[in-house]
C-alpha cells in the first residue's frame, strides 16, 4: 500500500467521524451558547409575565377608577333633550257639526260655541288635525350639598389604599414563590446528584457481591441484601430525577417562560442568624410594614365610611338647576314659539323610608365590627408567623451545621464499617447501611442550606420587607459553573458523593 493511499483513507474516516460527531458537535456549541438563568432574571420574567400578578394589576386600575366615577357626581350635571313628532289628531264629525249649528243659530253666542271643542277657535277656523312639532331642553345641575356622594368619594379613596396593600401583598408572595421554586430546583438536583451516586456505589457492592458468591466466598443472603439495597436507591433516583423534572415545571408556571438551565448556589454561601435577633424587633417591622395586615386595617377604614354612607340618608340634600325650554309647530292657524327658562335651589329632606335607612346603618355597622375582629386575627396570625419563622430561621443554621458535621460523621462511620468488613466483623448489610446513611446525610445536607434559604425569604415576606433587594444578595451568591439543566445527566457525581470502591472482603484476599 502506497502512502498516498493510506493517507487517503486516513482522511475518509476522520472526515467520517466528522460527520457523525457533527450533531453532537453542533448541540454542544448551541448548548454552550444559551446562558444559565439567574434568580434576578427569571423574578423579573415573573413579575411581568405572571397572570395571577397581572390580574391583580388590572383590579388595583380598576378600583382606582372608581375614585373618577365618585368625583363625577360632585362635579356639575348637564343634559340635553330634543323631541321632533308627527301629530295627528281626529275629532267626532258629527258633533261638531252640531255644535257648530248650534253656534250659528244663537248668533252672538258663536264664541262659546267654539270654545267647546275647538279649543278656543273663532267659528268657522279650520281645524289642522295633522302636523310637527320640535322642543329642545337643556338642564344643568351642581350639587351643592350631599353628604352621600362625599363619603363615597372618601370610601373610593380608602379602598384605593387597600387595593394598594393587597397588590403589594402578591407581589411579595410571588416573589417568594419562584425564589422558592427557584432554590427546589437546586435542592432536588442536590439530591439527585447523591441518588444517583449512592445507586451506583450500591451497583458496584451488588456486582462484587455476585462474583464472590459465584466463587463461594459469601452467602446467597449477601447477594440478596445487596440486590433489595440497589433496587431501593434506583427507586429513590427515580424519584429524585421526578422532583427535578417537576421543580422546572413549577418555574414555568410563575413565569410563563421555559428555562432548561439555572445557575447554581455557591457552597461557602453563609449561614448566619438573621438581623435583627429580637422577636419583638421583627414583630414591630411586621406591624408596620405587612402589606397583607395593612390591608386589613385599611379595611376597617373603609367600613367606617360605609357606616358614615349608611348615615347620610337621614342628612337633606341641595342643588342648584337651570333650565331652558324650547318648543315650536307648525299648526297652520298658529305662529312662532314658546320658550321658559328656570334657575334655582332644589332641597330634598327624606322624613320617613320604613326603617330602610336604619336598617342599613345597622347592617353596616355589624359589617365594620366584622373587619375589626378580622384585623385583630390577621394581626394575631402575622405575630405568630414572625415568631416561628424567626425560630425556624435560628433552628435552620443550626441544623445546616449539624447536617455539615452528620456528613463527616457517616463517612468515618462508613470506613470504620468497611475497615470491619474487610477484616470479618462486619457483613455486607452494615456496609450497605453505612452507605445510605452518608447519602441520606448528603442529601439532608442539601435540603438543610435550602430550607435555610426559603425560611430567610418568608421571615422577611412575612415581616414584609422583602423586595428586589434580597433577591440581588442571593443572586450574587448564585455561579454559572455550577448551573443545573433540565436534562441533568445520570454521570453527573460530584466529588463530595464519591465514597470510593466497594471493600474487599476477607475471604477473597
Do not use: C
Request: aromatic share 6%.
Amino acid at each position: 500500500m502506497s502512502s498516498s493511499d493510506a493517507s487517503s483513507r486516513s482522511y475518509i474516516k476522520i472526515e467520517g467521524l466528522q460527520r457523525k460527531l457533527l450533531p453532537f458537535m453542533v448541540a454542544a456549541l448551541a448548548s454552550s451558547q444559551v446562558p444559565a438563568a439567574d434568580l434576578l432574571t427569571i423574578t423579573r420574567d415573573a413579575l411581568k409575565n405572571n397572570a395571577a400578578l397581572a390580574s391583580a394589576q388590572s383590579i388595583y386600575r380598576s378600583v382606582e377608577e372608581e375614585r373618577n366615577v365618585q368625583r363625577g357626581d360632585l362635579l356639575p350635571q348637564i343634559g340635553a333633550n330634543a323631541n321632533v313628532a308627527h301629530n295627528r289628531t281626529y275629532e267626532e264629525s258629527s258633533f261638531a257639526d252640531e255644535i257648530a249649528t248650534q253656534g250659528g243659530s244663537s248668533g252672538g253666542a258663536t264664541g262659546g260655541g267654539g270654545a267647546g271643542l275647538g279649543g278656543g277657535l273663532p267659528p268657522g277656523t279650520p281645524s289642522d288635525d295633522n302636523y310637527n312639532s320640535t322642543s329642545i331642553g337643556l338642564e344643568a345641575t351642581q350639587a351643592l350639598f350631599d353628604a352621600t356622594n362625599w363619603y363615597e368619594l372618601q370610601r373610593a379613596e380608602e379602598e384605593i389604599d387597600q387595593q394598594g396593600f393587597s397588590l403589594l401583598s402578591d407581589r411579595q408572595q410571588l416573589i417568594f414563590d419562584v425564589s422558592q421554586a427557584y432554590f427546589e430546583i437546586l435542592r432536588a438536583k442536590d439530591v439527585l446528584g447523591a441518588r444517583i451516586a449512592q445507586e451506583k456505589a450500591i451497583e458496584r457492592q451488588l456486582e462484587q457481591a455476585q462474583e464472590q458468591f459465584e466463587v463461594g466466598l459469601i452467602a446467597i443472603t449477601d447477594v440478596q441484601e445487596a440486590r433489595a439495597a440497589s433496587d431501593l436507591a434506583r427507586a429513590e433516583r427515580i424519584a429524585a430525577r421526578s422532583d427535578l423534572q417537576v421543580s422546572f415545571e413549577q418555574l414555568e408556571r410563575l413565569t410563563g417562560k421555559r428555562y432548561d438551565t439555572i445557575e447554581g448556589l455557591a457552597k461557602d454561601l453563609p449561614i448566619e442568624s438573621p438581623l435583627p435577633k429580637s422577636r419583638e424587633a421583627w414583630v414591630a417591622l411586621a406591624m408596620e410594614n405587612n402589606p397583607t395586615l395593612l390591608a386589613t386595617q385599611a379595611a376597617i377604614d373603609v367600613a367606617n365610611r360605609n357606616v358614615d354612607i349608611a348615615r347620610s340618608g337621614h342628612l337633606p340634600t341641595l342643588d342648584a338647576f337651570a333650565r331652558y325650554d324650547y318648543s315650536k309647530t307648525d299648526i297652520d292657524y298658529l305662529e312662532g314659539h314658546d320658550s321658559a327658562s328656570q334657575i334655582g335651589l332644589q332641597a330634598s329632606l327624606p322624613i320617613f323610608t320604613g326603617g330602610r335607612t336604619s336598617a342599613q346603618v345597622n347592617q353596616a355597622s355589624y359589617r365594620l365590627e366584622s373587619t375589626q375582629y378580622d384585623f385583630e386575627s390577621q394581626r394575631r396570625e402575622t405575630v405568630q408567623q414572625v415568631r416561628s419563622l424567626l425560630t425556624q430561621v435560628k433552628n435552620d443554621v443550626a441544623t445546616v451545621e449539624a447536617r455539615r458535621q452528620a456528613i463527616t460523621s457517616n463517612r468515618s462511620a462508613l470506613e470504620a464499617t468497611r475497615s470491619g468488613y474487610e477484616v470479618g466483623t462486619r457483613n455486607i448489610v452494615d456496609v450497605l447501611d453505612a452507605e445510605q446513611n452518608l447519602y441520606n446525610a448528603l442529601a439532608n445536607y442539601a435540603e438543610a442550606r435550602y430550607t435555610y434559604v426559603t425560611d430567610m425569604l418568608q421571615l422577611r415576606r412575612a415581616a414584609g420587607v422583602l423586595d428586589d433587594r434580597d433577591i440581588r444578595t442571593l443572586n450574587d451568591w448564585l455561579r454559572d459553573d455550577l448551573s443545573v439543566e433540565l436534562s441533568y445527566s445520570e454521570d453527573a457525581n460530584d466529588a463530595l458523593m464519591n465514597i470510593g470502591e466497594p471493600p474487599v472482603p476477607p475471604q477473597s484476599r
